[in-house]
């Protein structure tokens, strides 16, 4: 199943990051309870970690943009903040598929939007 696989690939990296977000599209929301069910998973293979998975089904880097549930919107909704004094994260992007019929400039765009709310401070 990808949501077990996805919490022993993310465990065999040994994340040294405090809080841990991951970002999807129906990949993970598609299954009624499927985000909560992974969010569990990740804590107890994470201990002592902050958790939180934001997923919503048709979301993408542009997808469902206008509709305020782009993965850049979802990262606003929870909370994540562009500020640098923020403990450190590791952000997860599952999905962007429902983003294939959009112009490419466009998707670059906003992958590039998306991209400096997590890492706001770098060139």
Same mark, same amino acid.
């Given at each position: 199943?990808?949501? %077990? *696989?996805?919490?022993?690939?993310?465990?065999?990296?040994?994340?040294?990051?405090?809080? #841990?977000?991951?970002?999807? %599209?129906?990949?993970?929301?598609?299954?009624?309870?499927?985000?909560?069910? /992974?969010?569990?998973? /990740?804590?107890?293979?994470?201990?002592?970690?902050?958790?939180?998975?934001?997923?919503?089904?048709?979301?993408?880097f #542009?997808?469902?943009? @206008?509709?305020?549930? *782009?993965?850049?919107? /979802? &990262?606003?909704?929870q909370?994540?903040? @562009? *500020?640098?004094?923020?403990?450190?994260?590791?952000?997860?992007?599952?999905?962007?598929? *429902? %983003?294939?019929?959009?112009?490419?400039?466009?998707?670059?765009?906003?992958?590039?939007g998306?991209?400096? &709310?997590?890492?706001?401070?770098?060139?």
């Amino acid at each position: 199943e990808f949501e %077990d *696989n996805l919490v022993a690939k993310l465990k065999d990296l040994r994340i040294q990051e405090n809080e #841990v977000f991951v970002f999807a %599209d129906s990949t993970i929301d598609f299954h009624t309870g499927a985000t909560k069910r /992974l969010e569990q998973k /990740l804590r107890s293979a994470l201990p002592g970690k902050l958790v939180v998975v934001s997923a919503v089904c048709g979301s993408g880097f #542009v997808a469902r943009g @206008r509709d305020g549930l *782009n993965f850049k919107s /979802l &990262m606003i909704d929870q909370g994540y903040q @562009r *500020n640098k004094h923020v403990p450190q994260r590791a952000t997860i992007f599952v999905g962007g598929w *429902n %983003d294939e019929y959009w112009p490419s400039s466009t998707i670059h765009q906003a992958v590039l939007g998306t991209v400096k &709310m997590v890492r706001p401070y770098q060139p």
